[in-house]
């Protein structure tokens, strides 16, 4: 299996900022994507931000030009850099990473979730 850490989440002010991080471990060969999502009470969870192995990344429109994705590929670290937050950016954030991880003699797809990290954005 792979195993998602996720911390840094956290109460802040309106305009403040978080930085959160999400450290996969595991028998993994290599990680294809990872990335962030929220959901927030009575809503579905949805993307915020995504980081492929190519380096190539996609946000969510309310994010954009506030939150920085960025990943450490020797510690299959990804981090969201979070400023100027809002009240609506508080929800359970999830961390996701999919690719391939060794399995006996083998290896196999795997899309694995973090247990969420709550941010609070509120005065």
């Known amino acids: 299996q792979v195993q998602l850490v996720e911390s840094g989440g956290g109460l802040v002010q309106p305009g403040g900022s978080l930085r959160l991080s999400c450290a996969a471990s595991?028998?993994?060969?290599?990680?294809?994507?990872m990335g962030w999502y929220r959901q927030a009470p009575g809503k579905q969870r949805e993307l915020v931000a995504v980081i492929r192995s190519d380096g190539s990344t996609n946000y969510a429109d309310s994010v954009k030009g506030r939150f920085t994705i960025s990943r450490a590929n020797a510690k299959n670290t990804v981090y969201l850099q979070m400023n100027s937050l809002k009240p609506e950016d508080t929800a359970v954030y999830y961390c996701?990473?999919?690719?391939?991880?060794?399995?006996?003699?083998?290896?196999?797809?795997?899309?694995?979730w973090g247990q969420g990290t709550q941010v609070t954005v509120s005065s």
């Open positions: 996701n990473a999919n690719g391939h991880l060794i399995s006996g003699s083998f290896f196999k797809e795997y899309d694995t």
């Open positions: 595991g028998n993994i060969l290599s990680i294809n994507a």
